[in-house]
C-alpha cells in the first residue's frame, strides 16, 4: 500500500480550524489509466492541434475538471485562441510564420535560392483551438496570488494511408501523461483543499491549464500569457508537466531550476520517494517558456526523449505507472509548499 501524503505544517495548521477532518486518497492509478486510455485512444486520432478531435479531448478536461470541484478559470471553461500554420516567402526571400523553420524538408515546391528551396506563394492555414483553465481558489491574505500548473493535451494527428485507412499518432507519452497527471492532481488538491485536512488554511489560489496547440508552436500557454484571465504579475510559480511517462533509470529531467533559488532546495526536500533529480541550467522548450518569458519562476518535468517520439508506437502500454505517481506526489508536495509560503519563489534569469 502506497504511502498516504500528510504535510505535518498543512495538519498543525488546518487542527486549529477545525476538528475531525477528512483525510485525502493518494494519488489513483486507475483514474490516471483511465484517462490515458481515453486521451491517448485510436478515437482522438491523434488530438492534432486545432483539429475537432483536440476540442474531444478538451472537453473531457474541461469536465473532469468539473467533476473534480474546480471553478472555471474563464467563462464556460474552454479559452479559445486561432493560430496559423504554415509559412510564406518573407519580402527579404526567407520563410516566414509558424512552420517556417522545417518547410524546406516538408514536401514544399518552390524555387531555389542558394542551398535552400523556398516557398513561391504563401500556404497559410488559420486554426481555432483553446486551452481549458481550472482554478481551486485560495484562502485569506494569499488568495490574490496565483501559482500555475500546465501541461498541454495536443499531439500530432494522423496520417492517412490509404483511402480506408489511417496512421494514428497516439502521444501516450507525449502528452497524455503530462494530462492525466494534471487532472489527478486537480483531483487530490480538490478534495485535499475543499474537503480534506487543509480546507480553512490561508493560501494561494492555484490555476490548472490544459494547452491546445503546443506541437504548432507553444500557441496555447503564449495566448494566455498575453491574454492572462488574472493579472499576471500576480502568478508567482509555474509548474509544466511534459513528457513524464517514461520515467527511466528513476532519472527526472528539471529544467528551469534556476528560475529561482528556492527550487533546488525545495525540489529536494520534497522528494520523499528519491527520484534522481537531474538539474539542468537552461529552461527547455515547452509551453514553460512563454511564463518564464514574463519573469515568473517556472520548472519543468521531463522524463527524455525516447524511440516512440512523434512516432505511432507511443502507447500507453510503454508508460511507467509507478514512475508518473511518483512524479504525481512530488509535484504536490511542491504545490503544497508554494501554495502556503509566505513569501513567494524570486525570479532568476
Request: hydrophobic content about 40%.
Amino acid at each position: 500500500m502506497r504511502k498516504l501524503l500528510l504535510f505535518p505544517l498543512l495538519l498543525l495548521a488546518a487542527c486549529d480550524v477545525f476538528s475531525g477532518p477528512e483525510t485525502t486518497d493518494p494519488l489513483d492509478r486507475e483514474a490516471m489509466l483511465e484517462h490515458l486510455n481515453y486521451l491517448a485512444g485510436d478515437s482522438l486520432y491523434g488530438r492534432g492541434s486545432g483539429s475537432e478531435y483536440e476540442l474531444e479531448a478538451a472537453e473531457y478536461v474541461r469536465d473532469e475538471f468539473d467533476e473534480y470541484g474546480l471553478e472555471p478559470g474563464v467563462s464556460g471553461w474552454l479559452q479559445h485562441f486561432t493560430f496559423t500554420t504554415g509559412a510564406a516567402l518573407g519580402p527579404d526571400g526567407g520563410l516566414v510564420g509558424d512552420d517556417a523553420g522545417g518547410a524546406a524538408g516538408a514536401g514544399w515546391d518552390g524555387m531555389t535560392r542558394g542551398n535552400r528551396t523556398f516557398a513561391s506563394v504563401s500556404v497559410q492555414e488559420r486554426y481555432s483551438s483553446q486551452n481549458v483553465l481550472g482554478v481551486l481558489p485560495g484562502d485569506g491574505d494569499l488568495a490574490d496570488q496565483w501559482v500555475v500548473i500546465g501541461a498541454h493535451y495536443d499531439h500530432v494527428g494522423f496520417t492517412q494511408v490509404s483511402q480506408d485507412s489511417v496512421l494514428v499518432y497516439n502521444g501516450a507519452d507525449d502528452n497524455a501523461s503530462g494530462t492525466a497527471l494534471l487532472l489527478e492532481v486537480a483531483r487530490y488538491l480538490g478534495h485535499h483543499f475543499t474537503r480534506g485536512v487543509a480546507r480553512s488554511l490561508s493560501r494561494r489560489s492555484l490555476m490548472f491549464q490544459a494547452y491546445g496547440a503546443e506541437e504548432r508552436g507553444l500557441h496555447g500557454s503564449r495566448f494566455f500569457v498575453n491574454n492572462p484571465t488574472v493579472p499576471l504579475d500576480s502568478i508567482t510559480a509555474m509548474i509544466n508537466l511534459d513528457m513524464i511517462g517514461r520515467l527511466r533509470n528513476n532519472e527526472l529531467y528539471v529544467f528551469g531550476s534556476t528560475t529561482s533559488p528556492l527550487w533546488s532546495p525545495l525540489l529536494f526536500e520534497s522528494n520523499e520517494h528519491g527520484i534522481d533529480l537531474l538539474l539542468a541550467g537552461s529552461t527547455g522548450r515547452s509551453d514553460h517558456q512563454n511564463f518564464y518569458d514574463q519573469q515568473i519562476p517556472v520548472v519543468f518535468f521531463w522524463t527524455g526523449f525516447h524511440d516512440q517520439y512523434h512516432e505511432p508506437e507511443d502507447d500507453v502500454w510503454l508508460l511507467d505507472l509507478d514512475g508518473m505517481e511518483m512524479i504525481g506526489d512530488l509535484t504536490i508536495a511542491i504545490l503544497l509548499d508554494l501554495l502556503v509560503r509566505p513569501e513567494p519563489p524570486t525570479f532568476l534569469f
